[in-house]
């Protein structure tokens, strides 16, 4: 049969346009799940069961409306034929999602010992916006990558262009806000939140070229929806990629990781300010160290993953070598010390960055091939969902481990306890997440890299 899956259709530039996409992803995200909670809580002194319960219903919100939105943008609408069956989602979702980041940081000027539940409608009420803005433009993002990439080498090339962009985006979504916040000023948080969405929409406007469909592409969808007379219910398409192994094991060991990441990233505010005794300027010092770790080792994650052709594997290694660095982060208490052991972490890390994204493809032509059909809206959706949960997991340890340990706001030496409970959710918390995650991970998934061969050339077969 003729190798056309083996070849690179799309420039590097396109390539690389695309990963500025994940570079906003990842640029809003970081100062969204550093500095949320922490701001409640710490700034604006919100009880911590009310902050945790605030994020418990953002996240539930954010299950609900990501796969809804995964399945509703399925279909073909009028501008499809026009403009592509995932772009026109990405702008309609990308710049509202933007300028709701700003609205999370401007509450109303309310005494939390008052009307405490007036803030927490607040956050309620612009985290669940900022949510359904951001699932409408990622959702369209994430699953143009196995439509318009379809080859393993293009993706795994894509992956190789496009990580080391993301990691710039990680980076400035990290160092950007602690230079700009000074604790107990609120109007630092306000001013953070006007410099990022400037720097996203710079971003956004880089990241529009790789996100545009072809016109192959496009005609290729057309075609085939055309063919298919009835459409799953959503319900229907829940049930079909549930029943997926590949897919279960995927998401389950995907939530756990997310898990690991949300948590450390809310704890490190909490860590630097109230065990390590520093400003919170240090965070954007300890978010270079594991950053150049990431930045150094994802590419050659990428190569192994190209030398031995099993992106299995590949993760595994990454997962272990993750695992076995955040079980010092439970005891560490040196600022130094902790800056080295999280170059290795974000070595670890970056093996999960480059990855993730080749294996939900294998995933997704795991599912073309055999129902014959191209759902990669409900997958992102449904990815979404789950890695959501760990919102309700970052967002339940903090919480419930200040109440526990008699955490306080107002005061920036904590009890030996109280630090303790910090460790909880920096280190120990997110070691067990990664942890079952590579378990789960080794035992339960299985795609070869045979399978994954077999199912490219069925696909080639289909046409799709």
């Known amino acids: 049969m003729e190798q056309k899956q083996f070849q690179v259709e799309h420039s590097k530039l396109n390539m690389a346009s695309y990963g500025a996409g994940k570079a906003l992803n990842e640029f809003i995200a970081m100062a969204f799940s550093t500095f949320a909670f922490y701001y409640y809580e710490v700034e604006l002194r919100l ?40 772009f026109p989602w990405v702008l309609i979702g990308g710049i509202p999602w933007l300028l709701s980041y700003f609205l999370i940081f401007t509450p109303p000027a309310l005494d939390p010992a008052t009307q405490p ?61 602690p230079i700009l916040i000074q604790e107990g000023v609120l109007m630092s948080y306000v001013i953070q939140a006007g410099v990022m969405i400037i720097g996203g929409f710079i971003i956004f406007i880089a990241s529009l070229p790789g996100c545009r469909e072809d016109q192959i592409t ?13 459409r799953e219910s959503f319900f229907g398409m829940m049930k079909m990629v549930l029943k997926q192994k590949s897919f279960v094991v995927f998401i389950t060991a995907y939530t756990l990781y997310r898990g690991l990441v949300l948590t450390m990233q809310a ?11 520093e400003s919170t300027s240090v965070i954007s010092l300890l978010s270079i160290a594991f950053l150049v770790g990431a930045l150094i080792s994802a590419p050659l994650w990428i190569k192994l993953a190209h ?7 590949v993760l595994i290694f990454a997962a272990i070598l993750l695992t076995g660095a955040t079980i010092p982060l439970i005891f560490i208490e040196s600022t130094l010390v902790l800056f080295f052991i999280l170059i290795i ?28 059909k191209r759902e990669e809206g409900i997958y992102s959706g449904v990815q979404a969902f789950f890695g959501r949960i760990a919102i309700i997991l970052q967002a339940l340890t903090i919480s419930l481990a200040h109440v526990a340990t008699g955490y306080n706001p107002a005061t920036k030496v904590q009890t030996g306890l109280a630090v303790f409970g910090i460790h909880f959710h920096f280190g120990l918390i997110p070691m067990i997440f990664i942890l079952l995650a590579t378990i789960i991970f080794w035992k339960g998934y299985d795609l070869t890299p045979e ?9 080639e077969e289909l046409g799709l």
């Open 218 to 230: 496009i005609d290729r969808y057309l075609a085939t929806h055309e063919k298919v007379s009835e």
């Open 267 to 277: 704890s490190l505010p909490y860590l630097v300010t109230n065990v390590l005794l």
């Open 345 to 372: 972490w974000g070595a670890g890390l970056g093996g999960f960055w480059a990855l993730l994204a080749p294996i939900l493809a294998d995933v997704i032509d795991e599912s073309v091939a055999t129902t014959g």
């Open 117 to 177: 539940w007036l803030i927490f409608a607040w956050l309620v009420f612009a985290t669940c916006l900022f949510d359904t803005f951001n699932s409408i433009w990622w959702i369209g993002f994430a699953a143009l990558f196995p439509d318009k990439f379809r080859s393993l080498k293009e993706r795994r090339t894509v992956q190789a262009i496009a990580t080391p962009i993301g990691i710039l985006g990680i980076a400035l979504g990290f160092i950007i806000p």
């Open 47 to 86: 009880n911590p069961l009310l902050a945790g319960l605030g994020f418990v219903i953002f996240a539930v919100w954010n299950a609900v409306n990501d796969p809804l939105v995964g399945h509703l943008t399925n279909r073909p609408f009028s501008f499809t034929r026009k403009w592509g069956r995932r």
């Open 307 to 313: 030398k031995t052709n099993n992106n299995k594997k």
């Open 451 to 459: 399978k994954v061969e077999i199912n490219q050339l069925r696909i």
